[in-house]
T-cell receptor
Framework: AQKITQTQPGMFVQEKEAVTLDCTYD???????LFWYKQPSSGEMIFLIY??????QNATEGRYSLNFQKARKSANLVISASQLGDSAMYFC???????????????FGTGTRLQVTL | DAGVTQSPTHLIKTRGQQVTLRCSPK?????VSWYQQALGQGPQFIFQ???????QRGNFPDRFSGHQFPNYSSELNVNALLLGDSALYLC???????????FGPGTRLTVL
């Protein structure tokens, strides 16, 4: 079963507007971490934001925030005040467990391509 | 402070050949993970090396093997290349197996 689901293959947003990229996940482990990465055309995966399953508040990093809804198993990325440089692929990823066993690998979704327009 | 580096940047091989990809971790990191990213897909975990040993492996055949050196750098070897091995191969380093993973720019492998 797919553990990370990103249902939006592509999204368009106008410059300076906010955009939400969807991510749902599936795990039976009560301890997990959720990540968002940006991948420009150069290929490098750039870490954006992290949310732990026990974190009480939604994570924020500058213009990025993570809308974490644990009961719905969703971890949507919100980018505020979009910039042309935000155009890239965005991947949601999960790491199960906080230590030991299979805790260290990241499981990625299929990504969402974001295009920021003028 | 150098980040994660990978070499070569691009590589073209033919079916049946063998290939070696290299990764140098970020300064201070001792753990290297390898991922395969096929076109249009998210990265898939291949394996992770820590203390010069493979500590975790994804669902990849034995044709994929690796090594970690005492200086923490790592190699990914793929034998008997198939057309389906064409992908971007990403290396990520971390401080310990559970640390935040920092990715390199990747090696794009094309198998003809």
């Amino acid at each position: 079963a797919q553990k990370i689901t990103q249902t939006q293959p592509g999204m368009f947003v106008q410059e300076k507007e906010a955009v939400t990229l969807d991510c749902t996940y599936d795990t039976s482990d009560p301890s997990y971490g959720l990540f968002w990465y940006k991948q420009p055309s150069s290929g490098e995966m750039i870490f954006l934001i992290y949310q732990g399953s026990y974190d009480q508040q939604n994570a924020t990093e500058g213009r990025y925030s993570l809308n974490f809804q644990k009961a719905r198993k969703s971890a949507n990325l919100v980018i505020s005040a979009s910039q042309l440089g935000d155009s890239a692929m965005y991947f949601c990823a999960m790491r199960e467990g906080l230590g030991g066993g299979t805790a260290s690998k990241l499981t990625f979704g299929t990504g969402t391509r974001l295009q920021v327009t003028l | 402070d150098a980040g994660v580096t990978q070499s070569p940047t691009h590589l073209i091989k033919t079916r049946g050949q063998q290939v070696t990809l290299r990764c140098s971790p970020k300064s201070g990191h001792d753990t290297v993970s390898w991922y395969q990213q096929a076109l249009g897909q998210g990265p898939q975990f291949i394996f992770q090396y820590y203390e010069e040993e493979e500590r975790q492996r994804g669902n990849f055949p034995d044709r994929f093997s690796g090594h970690q050196f005492p200086n923490y750098s790592s190699e990914l070897n793929v034998n008997a290349l198939l057309l389906g091995d064409s992908a971007l191969y990403l290396c990520a380093s971390s401080s310990g197996p559970y640390g935040e993973q920092f990715f390199g720019p990747g090696t794009r492998l094309t198998v003809l």
